[in-house]
Structures are given as C-alpha cells and as structure tokens.
C-alpha cells in the first residue's frame, strides 16, 4: 500500500529518521539526490526543495537555473545499509519548475505519460527485469581493477561462485526496500552475476531498476568490490545484459499466451517494438561499448523474434499466467531506465493501435545460421544516434528539446 503524506511524516517522526535523500534521475538515468533534515520534509511535499540545474547535465543553463524536486511519498524507503540510529529513508521525486509546472526531461514524467497512453487503451503494463553485473576486485588504493572476483561461469556454485554471498546480501537488501527478487546466480563470465526480480508496473520498474543498480553498487563497496553494468567491461568475454520483459493486462488478465495461444494484440505490441527496436536503440544502449556486445555470448544482431530461443532479439519464454510475456534482449544496464520502458511501451501501443500483424518466428540459431538480408540493429553508437535523430516515433514519443539535448550528447560520445 502506497503511503500517503502525512503517513510518510509520521513514520519520518516516530522511526528515528535523521536525514531524507530526495532522489532523481539525470537526462542519462544516472542517480543523483539531495539531502534534507526531517522538519524540512513537509516544504518539500508542499513547494519542493529547489537545485542547480545548471550542474546537471543535460538539464538547464545557468540562466535559467531553478528546478525544484517534489518527493513522490509512494516510493519511500528506509536505507538499511545505514545505522538504524538516526535512520536515512529515500523518496524519489517528480521535478517541477518553479511555477509548478512539469520538467520536460523528468524520465518519471515522460514514463508516466506512457503508462497513461496504455490505460486510455484499456491495458496496464508490467515490466520485469533481469540484470546483469561484474564484480571486480580493487587494488591497494581502493581503485577498481580489471581482475574479475572470480573465475566461475554459468550457474557455479561455491567455491568457484566467490559472488554468492554477495548476491544473497543484495538480494536480502532489496526485500528490505520492497522489491522482491525471485531468482540470483553467477553468469557466463568470470565475476558476472544475474538477479532478476519480480514484475511490477512500468513506473514502479523503473524506480525499481534505479534502486537497484544503487545497492549492488553499494553492497559491492561494503565487500570490498567494484560492480559494473558497463556493457562490455571485459573483451571476448560475455558483456552485461539488461533482458527487458514485457506483458500486457486488461480487466486483470494477461493477454499474452490467452488459452495457449498469443491474443491478436500481444502479438501486434510485439510487431511494434520489433518495428521501432532500430530507432529507439540509441536510448536501449547508451555507449559506445554497448555494441560491441550485439552478437555474441546470446547477446542479439537480427530484429527478429522465436519461442525460447535466446539467440533472437524477441523471445517469448515458456511461462503461462501472468508470467507470460515477451523478452527484449538488447538492451544494457546503462540505459535511462524511464525513457527506455516509456520508448518501448509506446512502441508495442503503437503497433496495438493500428494491428500490426506479427512477422514469422526465425526458429533457428542465429548465430550459427544468419538470416540472408535480415534487417539489424545500429553497428555502432553513431549509426543508432542517426536513426533516432530522423525518426518521426521519436519525435512523437519525447519532448522535441529531450530528444535533441540527449542525441546531440550521444553523438559527441560517439
């Protein structure tokens, strides 16, 4: 149950809480917050906290420098790896300008609009995530190395598998936060592990996703590692995947896998993502490096999509219930997870709207059998940067001077 305002001060009041982090994304999902005292919490629900936009980048110049972050009170929660004396708690935030009015780049924002488009249609979507990261070892300075924390591979197990203990720390963590992890294990390469948690609805994923990435950074420190969701952090070794699941609900029911069988639309919001998939890449995967990982270690090359195949850039895994869905391969842990859900899902609405009928299933191994002629993904960073800048969806589905501000900074890194 979402906590209201004035149960959020209550708790702050009754739980020894001594410090509230606002927290929020920049225009690149990486995490930032500001730091208040308890009796300033109640300005920030009323008239928020203000900050330099002008240091964030991607947001505002110093002319205009003034935004203000409004704490969501649904998204409380308490930081256990900080003392249970003088407790901290976390909210994140919606950014306003100073006359109330919405920030165009606020990645809540722009998801919301999205998950709003799918209850004008009747649907709600749910967004599960399975994500992967390196443990890496530091050296005598505490400076991350390139020496992975262990040399175990796929589903080992101690003592090859020195991650998990930390797995089972991160995890545990999480429950504590309210997300529920379902499963953990060590992955291909030597220090990679996975962790997947449960679906929730595509807001609450994505804060989910931030949330994340936050605590296995910081469990990771506290073991004295370093973890990384980069892409590709080591050459010819298995880069770090970020497998995007999707399902669509009406009145309550999942209308993948309806009786057995897929229900006209999840085929067509399947069409639509695989028509869009091209364009939208620059935002599934951020850096130069994420290409790099397209086509090997089940790491997708070919816009196409099979049942429980792993070497296609769709896969609709075997599960019934409401854990039918589809699985987008292709995107990495470095993305903007609210542009990212809010692209994706507007892109499967699309195809929705106008009945897109699914293309044939490539049921073979990919990697062993290309398809001849068959449409891919960007080769490079730039290449992907291209098709997103001419891209009409684009234009439609983000604020004109969101698009250009976070392309034109792609761009330069590529």
């Known amino acids: ?79 256990p790896w900080r003392p249970s004396t003088g407790r901290v708690v976390r909210l994140f935030c919606h950014i306003r300008h100073p006359d109330g009015r919405p920030f165009a780049a606020d990645g809540r924002k722009i998801l919301s609009e999205a998950a709003g488009e799918a209850a004008r249609l009747g649907y709600q979507c749910h967004i599960g995530a399975e994500c992967e990261f390196y443990l890496f070892q530091l050296d005598e300075y505490g400076n991350p190395t390139d020496i992975p924390h262990d040399n175990a591979s ?146 997708p090359r070919y816009v196409t999509w099979s049942r429980q195949n792993r070497s296609q850039l769709v896969r609709i895994p075997a599960a019934v219930g409401e854990q039918a869905r589809m699985e987008l391969r292709s995107p990495d842990p470095m993305c903007n997870p609210y542009y990212a859900f809010a692209l994706l899902l507007r892109a499967g609405l699309e195809g929705v709207r106008e009945k897109l009928e699914l293309t044939p299933p490539a049921d ?19 290449e992907a940067v291209e098709l997103a800048k001419r891209s009409e969806f684009i234009a439609r589905a983000l604020p004109a001077e969101v698009a250009g501000c976070y392309l034109d900074a792609k761009r330069r890194e590529a």
């Open 154 to 299: 796929y589903c080992d197990i101690a003592p090859l598998d020195r991650g998990e203990n930390v797995r089972r720390e991160i995890c545990l963590t999480l429950e504590e936060m309210g997300i529920v992890p379902e499963s953990s294990h060590h992955e291909q390469g030597p220090g990679q592990n996975e962790i997947v948690f449960r679906h929730a609805d595509a807001f609450e994923a994505a804060d989910h996703l931030v949330t994340f990435r936050s605590v296995v950074e910081t469990v990771a420190a506290r073991n004295g590692l370093f973890a990384s969701f980069h892409p590709k952090p080591l050459a010819n070794r298995s880069g770090n995947g970020l497998h995007v699941n999707l399902s669509l609900f009406r009145n309550g029911e999942n209308i993948f896998r309806t009786d057995g069988t897929h229900s006209p639309e999840a085929e067509s919001f399947v069409q639509g993502v695989l028509r869009r998939v091209r364009e939208i890449t620059a935002f599934l995967n951020p850096l130069p490096a994420s290409y790099q990982r397209f086509g090997e270690f089940e790491a």
């Open 364 to 382: 073979r191994n990919l990697y062993l059998e290309p398809p001849e002629g068959g449409e891919q993904l960007p080769v490079s960073l730039a």
């Open 1 to 79: 149950m979402n906590p209201t305002v004035d149960e959020v001060l209550q708790f702050v009041a009754e739980n020894d809480v001594k410090f509230i982090r606002l927290a929020f994304c920049d225009l690149f999902g990486v995490q930032k917050n500001i730091s208040i005292m308890p009796d300033q919490l109640r300005r920030a629900f009323e008239t928020g906290i203000s900050f330099d936009a002008s240091a964030v980048r991607g947001f505002l110049n110093v002319e205009e420098s003034d935004l203000f972050l409004v704490p969501d009170p649904g998204t409380l929660a308490v930081l």
